[in-house]
């Protein structure tokens, strides 16, 4: 028996989704994602969704960046999708795992060459003393692969966010918003209603 949009988050996320690329081709991808150290402080920043699948939220980074770290030592996260165009938003929360080794290999094929080299000479989040440094870096890893094909780097792979909790709002006249709350309960979801 196939499930409704009424008992299925993720069905009614493709669906939101669909319509929002429809409207915004370019930035229907960026999602908003917040992290935590093991203590607790919070940071967010833009990524790109590049899945969401039944098993969850898809997304890749260098692994030595803040939020790789952050990701590492905390193994939970939460998204904030938000299209203008539609207006519609979709939170999510769950808990976090490394994608495998296949995984992160065959996303990273798919880059184009430009990003590829990026990946390599990028030391994401840490001081850049100038964009020469940079630069210099870019220079020495498109000499070195030439124009053979590109390994992953060892630092650069992907996390996939298994959802626990969905939340779903679409903007009303007179803030009378519709929010929709989704839980999981093993193999089901909760669904509630809530106050805008």
Known sequence: MNKTD?????????AWFAEAEKTEPEGARAVALATATREGAPSV?????????PEGFYFFTNLESRKGL???ENP???????WDSTNMQVRVEGAVEPV??????????????LSQIGAWAS???RPLEGMLGLEKKVA??????GI????RPPHWSGFRLIPSRIEFWKRRSFRLHERVVYDRQGEDWKVTPLYP
Do not use: H, N
Request: with cysteine.
């Open 123 to 125: 030391d994401q989040s």
């Open 140 to 145: 020495k890893f498109t000499a070195k692969f």
């Open 76 to 82: 939970k996260a939460a998204l904030c999708f938000y």
């Open 6 to 14: 009424k008992d299925d988050p993720l069905s009614k996320f493709q």
């Open 100 to 113: 495998s080794e296949s995984q992160a290999d065959a996303y990273f094929a798919t880059r184009d060459r």
């Open 148 to 151: 053979g094909s590109i390994p």
């Open 45 to 53: 920043r833009m990524v790109l969704l590049k899945k969401a699948a």
């Open 70 to 72: 952050e990701l590492s």
